[in-house]
């Protein structure tokens, strides 16, 4: 008989679509035992800064002696990595028990309801299952899409509910405004928790106000004059100073002191709480704290240019990428291996982007959702027409082949950046880490 595959059964293509609602997640988790009973939570809701911000939280709490859950999506090299306990990816062999026993629910539910779980409700509900045989203090879960109707709100409130930096990003789902997308991202909110955003733009801040009020809530926002950001980043670390508390990452985008110090104000909110958690365990979670593919610098080596990694994929992250490009390199122009799915504002990526480019090579990430490589090679030249510099385009039929031919237009010296789609991201780890060409 053919061993059970985890990875393949909730990857299913019959699973793979998204269906907003928590009448499913809900049936399962009450098969399951209601796994989530067992477990106390940090809920965090956002466009951008998510994974960063919940990789501090976590990273604080982990140091302060707690056993954390974390639950991310998408994964950048392996399946694994979404659900993490004390900082190790579940193993293969957990991930099998626990999938066979949310397998065995959710079948049961199609028997009896006709509706069967998607694919992050099934990873939903194997994460759940899986903290809670493992006995976390604490989950650090990371909302999927939304907040409001995502299968990770099926949780009751929170010890705290996080909000990073909203955006316009899935309007189709979402809605078309910012403050249509606060809405959604709020809905995270619920009575008694404390709740966290980072200072959004006027008209989604008196959302998640409102949101909160209705649930008897505060909004509490870092103060971000009190954030000193140090220039450049030496030593592969960036300092910072919050509150007059100095600080030091290894996650070196220009953006990752301000997800830093809404991580900080959750920890006081936590703090309120009862939980214990030393100045000392702040300071070494926030030092250890690392989320690949953020603003990744990799030095020069064996053949390969020195390379910046990031995952910036709408433009807000795009700006986000080009300040962090202009502070650790100044003076510098890249070569851009860009890939972007096609349901994303890439003009506007591109437009953020540009003026520091010397060349910008094209591909595609294995998604089914990704644009042509020669359709984003076409907005490129269309986007950046009537430059006074020529700007090299190149397409590229994979990333191997994209990195080949960044690589040569780089030369010795220069630095190339990989971004656009968290999903080309292990394509390129396995091409720049194997050498292939």
């Given at each position: 008989?053919?061993?059970?595959?985890?990875?393949a059964?909730?990857?299913?293509?019959?699973?793979?679509?998204?269906?907003?609602?928590?009448?499913?997640?809900?049936?399962l988790?009450?098969?399951l035992?209601?796994?989530?009973?067992?477990?106390?939570?940090?809920?965090?809701?956002?466009?951008?800064?998510?994974?960063?911000?919940?990789?501090?939280?976590?990273?604080?709490?982990?140091?302060?002696?707690?056993r954390?859950?974390?639950?991310?999506?998408?994964?950048?090299?392996?399946?694994?990595?979404?659900?993490?306990?004390d900082?190790?990816?579940?193993?293969?062999?957990?991930?099998?028990?626990?999938?066979?026993?949310?397998?065995?629910?959710?079948?049961?539910?199609?028997?009896?309801?006709?509706?069967?779980?998607?694919?992050?409700?099934?990873?939903?509900?194997?994460?759940?299952?899986?903290?809670?045989?493992?006995?976390?203090?604490?989950?650090?879960?990371?909302?999927?899409?939304?907040?409001?109707?995502?299968?990770?709100?099926?949780?009751?409130?929170?010890?705290?509910?996080?909000?990073?930096?909203?955006?316009?990003?899935?309007?189709?789902?979402?809605?078309?405004?910012?403050?249509?997308?606060?809405?959604?991202?709020?809905?995270?909110?619920?009575?008694?928790?404390?709740?966290?955003?980072?200072?959004?733009?006027?008209?989604?801040?008196?959302?998640?106000?409102?949101?909160?009020?209705?649930?008897?809530?505060?909004?509490?926002?870092?103060?971000?004059?009190e954030?000193?950001?140090?220039?450049?980043?030496g030593?592969?670390?960036r300092?910072?100073?919050?509150?007059?508390r100095?600080?030091?990452?290894?996650?070196?985008?220009?953006?990752?002191?301000?997800?830093?110090?809404?991580?900080?104000?959750?920890?006081?909110e936590?703090?309120?709480r009862?939980?214990?958690?030393s100045?000392?365990?702040?300071?070494?979670?926030?030092?250890?704290?690392?989320?690949?593919?953020?603003?990744?610098?990799?030095?020069?080596?064996?053949?390969?240019?020195?390379?910046?990694?990031?995952?910036?994929?709408?433009?807000q992250?795009?700006?986000?990428?080009?300040?962090?490009?202009?502070?650790?390199?100044?003076?510098?122009?890249?070569t851009?291996?860009?890939?972007?799915?096609?349901?994303?504002?890439?003009?506007?990526?591109?437009?953020?982007?540009?003026p520091?480019a010397?060349?910008?090579?094209?591909?595609?990430?294995?998604?089914?959702?990704?644009?042509?490589?020669?359709?984003?090679?076409?907005?490129?030249?269309?986007?950046?027409?009537?430059?006074?510099?020529?700007?090299?385009?190149?397409?590229?039929?994979?990333?191997?082949?994209?990195?080949?031919?960044?690589?040569?237009?780089?030369?010795?010296?220069?630095?190339?950046?990989?971004?656009?789609?968290?999903?080309?991201?292990?394509?390129?780890?396995?091409?720049?880490?194997?050498?292939?060409?």
């Open positions: 008989m053919t061993p059970f595959d985890p990875i059964y909730i990857n299913e293509p019959r699973w793979q679509h998204s269906r907003l609602g928590l009448e499913r997640i809900t049936d988790l009450e098969r035992g209601r796994p989530q009973d067992e477990l106390r939570f940090v809920h965090v809701a956002g466009t951008n800064g998510k994974g960063s911000t919940c990789a501090f939280i976590e990273s604080i709490l982990r140091a302060a002696g707690y954390t859950g974390l639950f991310t999506s998408p994964f950048i090299l392996r399946f694994e990595e979404r659900i993490r306990v900082g190790l990816d579940i193993s293969l062999s957990d991930l099998g028990e626990a999938t066979l026993e949310v397998r065995d629910a959710a079948e049961a539910q199609f028997e009896e309801t006709g509706e069967h779980p998607t694919e992050f409700e099934l990873m939903t509900a194997v994460a759940l299952v899986h903290f809670a045989r493992s006995a976390c203090d604490v989950v650090v879960l990371e909302v999927g899409l939304g907040g409001r109707l995502d299968s990770t709100n099926v949780v009751d409130a929170p010890e705290a509910c996080v909000i990073t930096r909203i955006g316009l990003d899935h309007t189709g789902l979402l809605g078309d405004t910012v403050s249509q997308i606060a809405a959604e991202k709020a809905g995270i909110v619920k009575a008694g928790a404390a709740v966290v955003s980072y200072p959004q733009e006027p008209s989604a801040r008196a959302v998640i106000e409102r949101v909160a009020a209705d649930a008897g809530c505060t909004v509490v926002e870092p103060d971000l004059g954030l000193e950001v140090g220039g450049g980043v030593r592969g670390r300092a910072f100073s919050y509150r007059g100095p600080f030091e990452t290894r996650m070196l985008g220009s953006y990752q002191p301000a997800n830093a110090a809404v991580a900080l104000e959750t920890v006081e936590l703090r309120k009862g939980w214990d958690i100045d000392d365990a702040v300071e070494r979670g926030v030092a250890s704290a690392f989320w690949p593919g953020r603003f990744e610098v990799r030095d020069a080596r064996g053949a390969w240019p020195a390379t910046v990694i990031d995952g910036g994929h709408n433009p992250g795009a700006c986000a990428l080009a300040d962090s490009l202009k502070d650790a390199f100044p003076g510098q122009s890249f851009f291996v860009m890939s972007v799915l096609a349901d994303k504002d890439y003009r506007a990526m591109i437009d953020a982007l540009s520091l010397r060349a910008f090579v094209c591909t595609a990430p294995d998604n089914p959702r990704a644009l042509a490589a020669d359709d984003l090679a076409e907005a490129v030249r269309a986007q950046t027409e009537g430059r006074s510099v020529p700007l090299e385009v190149v397409v590229a039929g994979d990333m191997a082949h994209a990195l080949g031919i960044a690589r040569r237009l780089t030369g010795e010296g220069g630095v190339m950046c990989v971004f656009g789609s968290l999903y080309a991201l292990s394509a390129a780890y396995a091409v720049l880490d194997g050498g292939d060409s």
